[in-house]
């Protein structure tokens, strides 16, 4: 018996090692996925998302997977990849979940309706998107989540946009480009944190100079938004105003202490509470509050799904089913209708789908070196600074695109490209900006990046329909590049120092 366990010991020992993949073996699935998304799209359109993108992606894998299985690899190999994979996106579900749960409750207890009440008596058509993009921003800045943001200020955006008869898909991108600035120049921001991090720049250097990049393409973006204010798509038939805040106003006990949940959540955030944590007990606190501001809206949803009659267990039942399945409203008024009876953890089930499928298939061509199989000849083609910045740049889109997810976009070229940069006497700070440029920015415009499924999702508004007007998301990047060949603020290294940061690396 010892014998034999001792042969096969060593047999299993013996095996030769896994052949390191060829060009082909990377570009095989990159390949694939273009053709299986494009035709989930050409077959389905929009509604791709509801499923058909995400079994696209699950073949993609698969396809993957018996690419690794011919150079050699065991199935145990490519379980603990994806088990890695799953584990690096916990908190992004969670926080989904929470997004959802408190997008529920906030329509319960009346926040998001009074947000939508106040925010129709202030702002006006023309000057709409760019004051959605100047909130957010704000917003973002404070509290350092491009995320909450858009779960929150910008649900209610969106919503007042419906209701106003502006482009709702306008205002969606107004609120990303918003919500993105402000995710980059906080000091609150983990992306922004973990960007300087994995450079090893100084936080507040690499926010410094950041600003030369977003605050100019936020400009842009403002003045694209003003334009089309102005001159945008025509303002579609919608009911009068006074009928949709007698309608709110109607169905809703409309006040300010609506809003004690988001001053909630923002003094959590700032705080530095872990955002599913802060989201979560924000919503809890407006299931709470719902049944003593807004007894009437719960009773009626209540009797929606036969609730008890018994008072505590009818508020009990309305939070749970708030958080659980979304809050739904009737008020006789179709687009009132429309923005309160959303939410729920149940309405990011599709979007978890796709975050699941897009990351494993990412960290699969990360982890078995097919995406360092395409890069490395990238990074020996360019030859100068502006070749240089343009090829960073491709590699964060790419890996976007490939393996969306954004923290794999940030963290593999900010690894990759900084000694490149050392070596080439370029500040490791210019490669911190690029990479939040190239990366960061650009995942919501991708429909199965986690970022662009999490925006579409909390918004109601297709990524695809929002992604020409997320000005601010291609002019950063354009603008990064740009400086890159033109070297305008791009701070280089003497020999000394290259020297120092090479020994340090």
């Known amino acids: 018996m010892t014998e034999e366990h001792g042969t096969s010991t060593r047999s299993a020992d013996s095996r030769p090692e896994p052949r390191p993949p060829s060009m082909a073996d990377a570009l095989v699935p990159i390949i694939a996925l273009a053709v299986l998304i494009a035709g989930s799209l050409a077959l389905f359109g929009l509604d791709a998302l509801d499923g058909p993108l995400q079994v696209a992606l699950i073949l993609c894998c698969a396809i993957v997977t018996l690419i690794l299985f011919k150079n050699g690899y065991r199935w145990d190999h490519v379980e603990e990849a994806s088990r890695g994979a799953l584990s690096s996106i916990?908190?992004?579900?969670?926080?989904?979940?929470?997004?959802?749960?408190l997008i529920g409750t906030w329509n319960l207890s009346g926040t998001i309706p009074t947000l939508v009440y106040y925010g129709i008596q202030i702002l006006s058509p023309g000057y709409f998107y760019v004051a959605a993009a100047l909130v957010c921003g704000i917003i973002a800045m404070s509290i350092g989540s491009s995320w909450t943001t858009a779960g929150t200020i910008g649900v209610g955006l969106v919503g007042i946009a419906g209701l106003l008869g502006v482009s709702t898909a306008i205002c969606a991108g107004a609120v990303i480009s918003g919500a993105y600035l402000g995710d980059k120049l906080s000091p609150l921001s983990e992306t922004t944190v973990l960007t300087a991090q994995m450079v090893k720049v100084d936080l507040y250097t690499h926010i410094k100079n950041q600003a030369w990049t977003s605050l100019p393409a936020f400009a842009i973006a403002c003045i694209v938004f003003a334009?089309?204010?102005?001159?945008?798509?025509?303002?579609?038939?919608?009911?009068?105003?006074?009928?949709?805040?007698?309608g709110l106003n109607g169905v809703f006990w409309i006040?300010?202490?609506?809003?004690?949940?988001?001053?909630?959540?923002?003094?959590?955030?700032?705080?530095k509470w872990p955002p599913y944590l802060a989201l979560l007990t924000a919503s809890l606190f407006a299931a709470i509050m719902a049944p003593f501001t807004q007894h009437d809206a719960l009773t009626a949803f209540v009797a929606g799904f036969d609730g008890s009659t018994n008072p505590v267990i009818s508020a009990l039942q309305a939070g749970w089913k708030a958080m659980a399945n979304g809050f739904e409203a009737s008020t006789g008024v179709a687009d009132i209708d429309r923005l309160v009876s959303r939410g729920g953890m149940d309405s990011m089930l599709l979007t978890i789908w796709l975050i699941i499928g897009a990351v494993t298939f990412g960290a699969l061509l990360e982890k078995f070196g097919l995406i360092n199989r395409i890069i490395d000849p990238l990074i020996a083609a360019a030859k100068t600074r502006g070749r240089l910045f343009l090829t960073v740049f491709a590699t964060c889109f790419g890996l976007n695109v490939?393996?969306?997810?954004?923290?794999?976009?940030?963290?593999?070229?900010?690894?990759?490209?900084?000694?490149?940069?050392?070596?080439?006497?370029?500040?490791?700070?210019?490669?911190?900006?690029?990479c939040a440029d190239s990366a960061t920015v650009t995942s919501p415009l991708i429909p199965w990046n986690s970022c662009g499924a999490f925006m579409g999702a909390v918004l109601g508004v297709a990524t695809l329909s929002y992604l020409p007007f997320a000005v601010f998301c291609y002019a950063s990047p354009i603008l990064s590049v740009i400086y890159g060949f033109t070297g305008f603020k791009v701070k280089t290294l003497s020999t000394d120092e290259a020297e120092a940061l090479e020994a340090s690396a």
Do not use: C, K
Request: charged share 10%; aromatic share 4%.
């Open 90 to 101: 916990t908190s992004a579900l969670f926080i989904l979940l929470a997004v959802g749960a």
């Open 227 to 246: 334009i089309l204010g102005v001159a945008g798509p025509a303002v579609s038939p919608t009911p009068g105003e006074e009928v949709e805040l007698a």
């Open 255 to 271: 006040n300010p202490l609506n809003l004690l949940p988001l001053v909630l959540l923002i003094v959590l955030s700032v705080r």
């Open 402 to 434: 490939v393996a969306g997810d954004q923290y794999i976009a940030l963290v593999l070229p900010s690894r990759i490209y900084r000694t490149v940069f050392i070596q080439r006497r370029i500040a490791p700070p210019n490669l911190s900006r690029l």
